[in-house]
């Protein structure tokens, strides 16, 4: 089982990234796939997820800034982040859950990927 989130670097405020995650090992179509991030010195939080079926749900974190979508040909989710913002810097993890109702708990992840350093600098 992999997840590998790809993308991050460093951004302007008022920039963009498109932050990948690309699935193997496990039967993709059949997860939601979780975005979670984490700052220096903060405990992880959710920025939003995608169910198997294309339902989202963003936390308010980045809600209205933040769009994720899916290929399941690809067995890839993306996140589009706009409008960034210096705290918006922390490093973005991706996850997978068979449980699209609690997509935003960290403890509810079957799997979890190594993250990807997002920078967002003034």
């Known amino acids: 089982v992999q997840l590998q989130a790809s993308g991050g670097g460093v951004a302007q405020v008022g920039g963009s990234l498109r932050l990948s995650c690309a699935a193997s090992g496990f039967t993709f179509d059949n997860y939601a796939i979780s975005w979670f991030r984490q700052a220096p010195g903060r405990e992880r939080e959710g920025v939003g997820c995608?169910?198997?079926?294309?339902?989202?749900y963003y936390e308010n974190s980045m809600k209205g800034r933040v769009t994720i979508s899916r290929d399941n040909a690809k067995d890839t989710v993306y996140v589009q982040m706009n409008n960034l913002k210096p705290e918006d810097t922390a490093v973005y993890y991706c996850?997978?859950?068979?449980?699209?109702?609690?997509?935003?708990?960290?403890?509810?992840?079957?799997?979890w990927g190594k993250g990807t350093q997002v920078t967002v600098s003034s």
């Open positions: 995608i169910s198997s079926d294309d339902h989202t």
């Open positions: 996850a997978a859950t068979t449980n699209y109702g609690m997509c935003w708990t960290p403890g509810a992840m079957n799997f």
